[in-house]
């Protein structure tokens, strides 16, 4: 049966993410793409060098005539993210991705279609089939699971690669160029519960925060949109100015890189409050309303009584520093971009809340482009902490790209794209992870930038490319190629 991808322009890139859409590749489970590219190497007597946690680098000849200009590292992510509908059978370790064409649109109906960034693989292998591009050496470096936690960026072996320029093909903006992307790390603070027999006269209540938007907490920060655990600590630190509030439990959040849409606690206050406890938190409701309505209006806050007895809540000493350690915490964007206007720079996300009977665990997640401003960020978090009393530690760090705009890369590329379109390309940058950030690191250094096609609702069922942005893309690829040659 004929593909649907097959009348595609242009054939070779569109001819090998045909071929990938075919082979299973989820994150952590890419070893049939590993050696479907391996093969292909093979087939052309290309090099290829292999480091221990799989990520390979297909070492390409240049087009005769152009041996002495500098090796260009093409790198993209070998993995997808498998995703499909709850009611679509579908099993990501042996089925190929069902694809179709829906007028400038190939999508992926049911399940992910792994665009992300098997474009990206797919023009690097072109690039070198097609007879039309010309090129310099180049180093295709493929990695491994990007998608659920850098593996191969975070323990790529560096000595596989010789060159210092290298073009990252993983981005979703077309006519963009990017030049810099955040770092981050993720913090674990545990706070002890110093729990009391309940006093008498005291009532249990649940306070419920409800009907925010949450979202990435990377490329929606900068919209402050409520963090319900922020909210939260609001109304218990309100309360705590009129009466002794006892916490029981408290959550919220999901996610460390998601904003928390949701949370709720159980606290003890005198009985003789619960009426102006309510009132209190109406009041703080329509105070919240006033600063977040217009980009989340569903915001409520609920109080409901709590039937079940509590026999050792915190004690009010320990609530007290524990609510306005929340209050404390940074929480949303810390700085701009000074170079690109309208880019975060550093952030923070109060992210998830969790307790048990011993503690209250929090979970924060933080960003920046710059590698100072981020470890500012995490020292001001630790300050907070461990002055309320809590404990802490950083886990998962990753570093950033920092911008360049003195790049000789970028120069080229912008001359490039302005031949190309007649207008310069939307030089930027992302406040989220790319691998640029911890490739140029392990190699001590490159000069980089990565493009890409226009990509939708990618790591969801429904995912799709726009097709002229795929040819805008190629053409820019090839002149790119052609110019560092």
């Known amino acids: 049966m004929t593909s649907p991808l097959a009348h595609l322009e242009p054939a070779y890139l569109w001819k090998h993410f045909d071929q990938l859409r075919q082979i299973p590749r989820p994150s952590r489970k890419e070893e049939r793409v590993i050696e479907h590219v391996k093969k292909w190497a093979a087939e052309r007597k290309f090099e290829v060098r292999q480091d221990a946690v799989g990520n390979i680098c297909v070492v390409v000849p240049p087009t005769p005539g152009h041996e002495k200009a500098k090796i260009v590292i093409v790198q993209g992510h070998l993995d997808m993210v498998a995703e499909k509908d709850k009611a679509t059978t579908f099993d990501f370790d042996k089925d190929p991705i069902e694809v179709r064409v829906d007028g400038d649109w190939v999508v992926a109906d049911h399940t992910t279609l792994g665009?992300?960034?098997?474009?990206?693989?797919?023009?690097?292998?072109?690039?070198?089939?097609?007879?039309?591009?010309?090129?310099?050496?180049?180093?295709?470096?493929?990695?491994?699971?990007?998608?659920?936690?850098?593996?191969?960026?975070?323990?790529?072996?560096?000595?596989?690669?010789?060159?210092?320029?290298?073009?990252n093909l993983d981005s979703e903006e077309d006519g963009a160029v990017f030049v810099g992307c955040a770092g981050g790390c993720t913090t674990t603070t545990k706070f002890d519960l110093v729990r009391a027999p309940a006093p008498a006269g005291y009532k249990a209540l649940r306070v419920e925060v409800t009907?925010?938007?949450?979202?990435?907490?990377?490329?929606?920060?900068?919209?402050?949109?409520?963090?319900?655990?922020?909210?939260?600590?609001?109304?218990?630190?309100?309360?705590?100015?009129?009466?002794?509030?006892?916490?029981?439990?408290?959550?919220?959040?999901?996610?460390?890189?998601?904003?928390?849409?949701?949370?709720?606690?159980?606290?003890?206050?005198?009985?003789?409050?619960?009426?102006?406890?309510?009132?209190?938190?109406?009041?703080?409701?329509?105070?919240?309303?006033?600063?977040?309505?217009?980009?989340?209006?569903?915001?409520?806050?609920?109080?409901?009584?709590?039937?079940?007895?509590?026999?050792?809540?915190a004690?009010?000493?320990?609530?007290?520093?524990?609510v306005r350690m929340l209050i404390g915490l940074p929480h949303g964007v810390i700085a701009m971009s000074r170079d690109l206007a309208g880019l975060t720079e550093t952030s923070t996300n109060l992210a998830v809340i969790q307790s048990d009977d011993a503690a209250v665990t929090i979970t924060t997640s933080s960003r920046s482009s710059v590698e100072a401003a981020l470890r500012f960020t995490l020292d001001q978090l630790n300050a907070v902490i461990e002055l309320a009393g809590g404990k802490w530690s950083e886990s998962g760090?990753?570093?950033?790209?920092?911008?360049?705009?003195?790049?000789?890369?970028?120069?080229?590329?912008?001359?490039?794209?302005h031949e190309l379109r007649g207008k310069d390309p939307h030089?930027?940058?992302?406040?989220?992870?790319?691998?640029?950030?911890?490739?140029?690191?392990?190699?001590?250094?490159?000069?980089?930038?990565?493009?890409?096609p226009l990509l939708e609702g990618v790591h969801a069922p429904g995912e799709r490319v726009n097709i002229p942005s795929v040819a805008r893309f190629w053409d820019f690829y090839k002149a790119v190629l052609r110019s560092l040659a």
């Open 427 to 452: 030089v930027t940058a992302i406040h989220a992870g790319l691998e640029c950030g911890i490739i140029g690191e392990k190699l001590g250094g490159a000069d980089m930038i990565s493009f890409g």
């Open 115 to 167: 665009a992300d960034n098997g474009l990206g693989i797919a023009a690097a292998m072109a690039s070198v089939d097609d007879p039309s591009v010309v090129h310099g050496p180049l180093e295709l470096l493929f990695t491994i699971d990007e998608e659920t936690a850098l593996t191969g960026a975070t323990h790529l072996d560096g000595s596989i690669l010789k060159g210092r320029t290298l073009l």
């Open 211 to 313: 009907g925010l938007k949450g979202g990435h907490s990377g490329l929606v920060i900068h919209e402050n949109r409520g963090n319900s655990l922020k909210i939260l600590a609001r109304v218990l630190q309100q309360w705590m100015g009129k009466v002794d509030v006892l916490l029981h439990a408290i959550e919220g959040g999901n996610k460390h890189n998601a904003i928390p849409r949701e949370a709720s606690a159980v606290v003890l206050v005198p009985a003789s409050f619960v009426e102006d406890g309510r009132s209190a938190a109406a009041a703080m409701q329509k105070k919240v309303l006033t600063e977040i309505a217009t980009i989340d209006p569903g915001l409520e806050i609920k109080i409901s009584e709590v039937a079940e007895a509590i026999a050792k809540p």
């Open 397 to 417: 760090g990753y570093p950033g790209w920092q911008p360049n705009m003195a790049s000789p890369l970028l120069k080229a590329c912008k001359s490039v794209f």
């Open 315 to 322: 004690n009010a000493e320990c609530t007290r520093r524990f």
